[in-house]
């Protein structure tokens, strides 16, 4: 006989997953309680990493089904979503998503949804670094500095060159000038190559 588990997610500690478990009885979903999962942690966080849902996974058997409310619950990475369902497909676990219309995510109508919205989200990964490249192309064309600024003006690198030259050890310059000594590093490494 299948058992109904729940999983539930928040990113941060002011939200609550009360609204999702609600959600999920309101679709007429039974859920005992010692099977609902919740947990507070960023979506970025990949499934495999999640202590709430890797003991959801110890509890789940063949036959089991999940129900999540939305896909962006298991994870915001589509690819790690769908190597996550595929798994528990594996396993012999159903996967329900409530915004997708209640369908099975290992279901051939729930392969083809995941394959669409993988297709979707690699397109748009696709576009946002064309518009990334794009854009450093044309702020290099013209001629705006790329990358983080310096830590230090040119006066600065200046006298830090000179304090070295000197024999001040790297630390205690980097205490005067309020830098890290990786700051002072690159700088007298620069000098040297010049």
């Known amino acids: ?10 990113s941060t500690f002011d939200q609550t997953p009360e609204n ?17 999962v919740t947990e507070t942690i960023s979506g970025s966080m990949a499934i495999a990493q999640r202590e709430g849902f890797s003991r959801l996974l110890d509890k789940m058997e063949k036959g089991d089904v999940l129900i999540v409310t ?19 497909e594996e396993i012999g676990i159903r996967v329900h998503c409530l915004a997708l219309g209640g369908v099975d995510l290992t ?12 297709a979707v989200a690699q397109f748009e990964r696709d576009l946002l670094i064309e ?14 500095p790329l990358g983080r600024p310096p ?12 304090q070295l030259q000197g024999g001040e050890t790297i630390s205690a310059i980097a205490r ?11 700088i007298r490494d620069q000098r040297n190559r010049s």
Request: net charge positive; glycine share 6%.
């Open 1 to 10: 006989m299948s058992r109904t588990f729940a999983y539930a997610r928040v």
């Open 20 to 36: 999702q478990l609600r959600e999920i009885e309101a679709a007429g979903f039974a859920v005992e309680p010692h099977r609902i």
């Open 70 to 88: 939305k896909l962006d619950r298991l994870g915001r990475d589509a690819i790690d979503v769908s190597t996550t369902v595929a798994r528990l």
């Open 107 to 118: 279901s051939s109508a729930g392969k083809m949804t995941m394959n669409v919205i993988n």
């Open 131 to 144: 518009r990334t490249q794009s854009g450093l192309a044309r702020a290099k064309a013209s001629g705006k």
């Open 151 to 162: 830590a230090l003006s040119a006066e600065e690198q200046a006298q830090v060159t000179a």
């Open 176 to 186: 005067r000038f309020n830098t890290s000594r990786q700051t002072i590093i690159r």
